[in-house]
């Protein structure tokens, strides 16, 4: 459509139109540009600027807009798009490129980039346009795919090192004649443990993810489930001497009960794993001006250095990498309570100071409370 508007106005030029006609169809062709999502530019042979679309002068910038319109192939600066008109324009054949980076007011966005020749009646090439698409958030799902999976790899990969290596000491033990190291079963059975907390973790993750999940939301009683819940995990607390307090200022919170107990273990047993013996953790239900229901869990342990604070809810993300994964964490607690809270269309957040302690907020949204 495009080419076909463009190739109108060239014939005109000799003089078979009315200069009527060449208004309507300009007219035309900036309307249905102007409606396009993708950025278009159409350059002639020599690289100047026949037409550009306002996403275009977006995706440019408007500093460099301003430099002049002869220049704007130069201005995008990346070799690979000025070769792709250069070579549709000598060849006159489309030209296409997957996902080019373009450096927008400091971001990084990606684009990818199809270029088509202009052609004369004749058939000669007078020119190229380019259509570029934003594929910037398909890139950084797909980075995100790439990661998690090598992320994956590397938390199997350890465990399994540590069991492979002592069960081929035990067997060779064994040949040898050697007495059983009943060190090395248990090594091998805190390893095992992790990697079967890992798949679940993961499995966890990967239902909340496909669409088979789904929230079954009930009216439940904060007070009886957080006492339920506390109760389980007494062994976990008693055992670092920790004390937990409970405060309700609210009854009831519409939620799916599997995973509001998800949440409560998730954040309890951080709350016990991170602070020293001897700590206390206070559970708080409250609901806000808006009549939001809020779920706070805080503790009195090291804190969180706020540098952190925006990663933490990421796929395996620890604050001390090294050490943390020694004391048992999958690295993905946070991670499944963000998912959860976002499931019930609300939200949740940290708040902590070095030396202070943390507080970890649920928000669940007001439309859904008992
Ligand atoms: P993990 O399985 O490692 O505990 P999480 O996703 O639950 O993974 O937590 C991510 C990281 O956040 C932890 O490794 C830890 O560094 C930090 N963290 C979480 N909760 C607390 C807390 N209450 N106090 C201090 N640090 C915490």
């Known amino acids: 459509m495009l080419k076909r508007l463009f190739g109108k106005v060239e014939e005109t030029k000799e003089g078979e139109e009315s200069i009527e006609e060449v208004r309507a169809q300009r007219d035309e062709l900036s309307t249905l540009v102007a409606g396009i999502s993708d950025a278009i530019l159409a350059v002639d042979r020599e690289g100047a600027p026949l037409f550009y679309n306002g996403q275009f002068a977006v995706l440019v910038g408007p500093e460099r807009m301003n430099q002049g319109r002869s220049k704007l192939l130069e201005m995008i600066r990346d070799p690979d798009i000025v070769n792709a008109f250069r070579f549709t324009i000598e060849e006159g054949r489309i030209y296409q490129l997957k996902a080019v980076p373009i450096l927008q007011k400091d971001k990084k966005k990606f684009y990818s980039l199809s270029v088509s020749p202009l052609r004369r009646p004749d058939r000669s090439v007078y020119g190229a346009v380019g259509m570029f698409h934003d594929v910037t ?93 506390v109760s389980q995990m007494q062994q976990t ?75 933490l809810f990421e796929r395996f993300y ?7 994964r020694e004391t048992g964490g999958t690295g993905l607690g946070l991670a499944i309570v963000k998912h959860i809270m976002q499931r019930h269309g609300g939200a949740v957040w940290v708040q902590s100071d070095m030396g202070r302690g943390s507080r970890f907020t649920c928000q669940f949204p007001n439309d859904v409370t008992g």
């Not at 809020?294 to 925006?310: M, S």
């Not at 620890?318 to 943390?324: I, W, Y």
């Open 237 to 311: 607390f008693e055992g670092k001497q920790q004390s937990v307090t409970t405060t309700f200022n609210t009854g009831f919170v519409q939620a799916d009960l599997k995973r509001l107990e998800q949440v409560l273990v998730n954040l309890l047993d951080n709350a016990s794993k991170y602070s020293p013996a001897g700590g206390s953790i206070h559970v708080v239900w409250e609901a806000d001006e808006e009549g939001e229901i809020l779920l706070r869990i805080e503790d009195t342990g090291p804190g969180i250095p706020a540098e952190h604070h925006d990663r």
């Open 318 to 324: 620890r604050v001390d990498k090294g050490r943390q």
């Open 137 to 229: 958030e398909l890139k950084l799902a797909e980075q995100m795919r790439i990661d998690f999976v090598a992320n994956v790899s590397h938390e199997l990969r350890t465990p399994l090192t540590a069991i492979k290596g002592y069960t081929d000491t035990l067997i060779a033990d064994e040949k040898l004649g050697r007495p059983l190291e009943t060190s090395f079963l248990e090594v091998i059975s805190r390893n095992v443990d992790r990697l079967m907390l890992l798949i679940r973790d993961l499995l966890d993750l990967s239902t909340m993810d496909s669409s088979i999940d789904h929230l079954v939301k009930e009216k439940i009683s904060t007070e009886e489930l957080t006492t339920r819940i």
